[in-house]
């Protein structure tokens, strides 16, 4: 009986202490809980209203990847690290709710994190929970959470691997689960494979030692190489995808003058004449629009023979004339080249919802049912009880929307002043400026050559955006931190006081 009674008193102290400690986290970082609760309760009422998810066109193609092989289909035109996310998610039941759910998850999750980063650096915690709020409450996320689309899992995913990396740079370990993790974040979308070379610019800046870096770069590369030899197997074509050509072509037709330029004898008919044509048309439409040069050629978009018998070799040679294609226009036009990324890159940084982006849909919340974006087909193999819903409260969150989103005008001063921190932190005088310069290029470096490469490859998108928010947002923040106590150490050399220094850096 004593040893019972003993075994209770144990566990009732044990039970004490966790609740004093969760009161006293709750306490010490009650801005964070703040904003996590608005950010919880906006994301509740976007699920209630738009349940049990909303659909693009690229949602059916990600739930016909995720059923349509085992364990996971493989398409030319994306990658299949999230319809495998879907898969492994559906052995608890092929609910559309639970993955939408566990997005929101995520989204939260990723505001979590990214304040905990900046608390480590020394970021006073109302300033980190300002900066993770801003994250939290933007309503384009949350709609993006809300669709069967990558961008909550791919932010979450990338947000942990660059955390990790900076909470313990020289530890072997650490790094090899961030180069998993930032591995993972490729497979679900391509463009983190440019953030690959910042990441492993970083570890050599900060000398993370031989066996961090091998055992990063080990395990960054061959998760990549294993899914480049399923590529290889189940395609003929080793690689992420097969359709960079494809979108390298819709990038720089509008620029493909063929009348000034020199092109391949076979690619000729890829050549749009009119000026007048060539006007006024997205990106998109030269790779998914049945009138597009392209289709013409080809028989049909990036996915058209995947059933095909020969549909693999057809595939690879549409991609390899596209690039080929492409490549030529932009040693012809590379001003023009120039000029168009330079534009679009800009736009992610431009006031304004974007309505000229042809997927703007994916981060606004609709007024009504979108019957538009239900493929019937995918509908009856993969989701046969689907049906669009809105639903209260969906008026008032569509009131809050056009002030609950991205700005993008912040997020260029943000990016503007890691610039700035990054070149005083480079030369010789302004090292000690700028202790956090490191971190800076890692989070806000990661961010902006997403978005560079988005722009080099494709087109300005919105939700292109909305993965790389977090990473300028804390990136930015530590800017401005180590910016501002640089101007106060100054000011207080002219006054004889000594202002407080910034927070540490593993450097």
């Known amino acids: 009986m004593t040893l019972v009674d003993n075994r209770a008193d144990q566990a009732r102290a044990v039970g004490r202490r966790s609740v004093d400690w969760a009161r006293r986290v709750v306490r010490e970082h009650r801005a964070l809980f703040g904003v996590l609760l608005a950010a919880a309760v906006l994301r509740v009422a976007v699920a209630i209203a738009y349940a049990p998810a909303l659909f693009f066109s690229d949602s059916w193609q990600y739930l016909n990847l995720a059923y349509s092989a085992d364990p996971v289909g493989i398409a030319p035109s994306r990658p299949s690290g999230y319809p495998l996310i879907l898969r492994v998610l559906s052995l608890a039941g092929s609910n559309l709710g639970l993955f939408t759910a566990l997005q929101h998850l995520a989204g939260l999750l990723t505001g979590a994190v990214l304040y905990v980063v ?9 300033l980190a929970a ?6 939290l409450l933007d309503l384009y996320a949350i709609t993006l ?16 691997a660059l955390a990790v990396t900076v909470a313990r740079p020289r530890d072997v370990r650490s790094v090899a689960i961030a180069g998993v993790l930032l591995a993972a974040a490729v497979t679900i979308k391509t463009v983190a494979l440019f953030v690959a070379p910042v990441w492993l610019v970083y570890l050599l800046w900060v000398r993370c030692g031989l066996r961090p870096l091998l055992a ?3 395990a960054l590369a061959l998760p990549l190489l294993g899914y480049g030899t ?38 000729r008919p890829l050549c749009v004449r009119s000026a007048a044509e060539r006007e006024g048309r997205s990106t998109g439409y030269w790779i998914w629009d049945i009138r597009s040069p392209a289709e013409r050629m080809f028989g049909g978009n990036p996915d058209a023979h995947v059933s095909d018998p020969d549909g693999a070799q057809l595939t690879a040679r549409a991609n390899d004339v596209l690039k080929d294609f492409s490549l030529a226009v932009i040693r012809a036009r590379p001003l023009a080249y120039g000029q168009l990324v330079a534009a679009d890159f800009g736009r992610f940084f431009t006031p304004g919802t ?91 470096g990661s961010g902006l050559v997403m978005l560079l490469a988005s722009a080099a490859s494709t087109a300005f998108v919105v939700r ?3 993965p790389a928010l977090p990473l300028l947002a804390a990136g930015g923040v530590l800017a401005l931190s180590d910016l501002g106590h640089a101007i106060a150490r100054r000011r207080g050399r002219a006054t004889g006081s000594r202002p407080a220094p910034p927070g540490p850096s593993p450097a």
């Open 230 to 267: 399923v590529h290889l197997w189940r395609t003929g074509s080793f690689g992420l995808q097969q359709a960079e050509g494809w979108f390298l072509y819709g990038r720089v037709t509008a620029i493909a003058d063929c009348e000034r330029i020199r092109v391949a004898a076979e690619t």
């Open 130 to 135: 300002v900066t993770a709020g801003v994250v």
């Open 216 to 218: 990063g770069a080990t």
């Open 464 to 466: 292109y955006l909305i």
């Open 354 to 444: 974007g309505f000229d982006d042809p997927d703007i849909v994916t981060v606004t919340l609709p007024a009504r049912p979108r019957e538009d974006w239900v493929f019937e087909e995918a509908r009856v193999k993969y989701a046969p009880s689907y049906v669009p819903h809105v639903r209260p409260p969906a008026g008032a969150l569509r009131v809050l929307q056009p002030w609950l989103h991205a700005p993008r005008w912040l997020y260029g001063l943000l990016s503007l002043a890691a610039l700035l921190a990054l070149a005083i932190g480079l030369t010789r005088r302004g090292r000690e400026h700028v202790p956090r310069r490191r971190e800076i290029l890692l989070l806000s």
């Open 145 to 160: 959470e809300q669709h069967i689309l990558t961008e909550a899992f791919f932010t979450l995913t990338l947000v942990v």
């Open 118 to 126: 900046l608390i480590r650096f020394g970021i006073q915690r109302w």
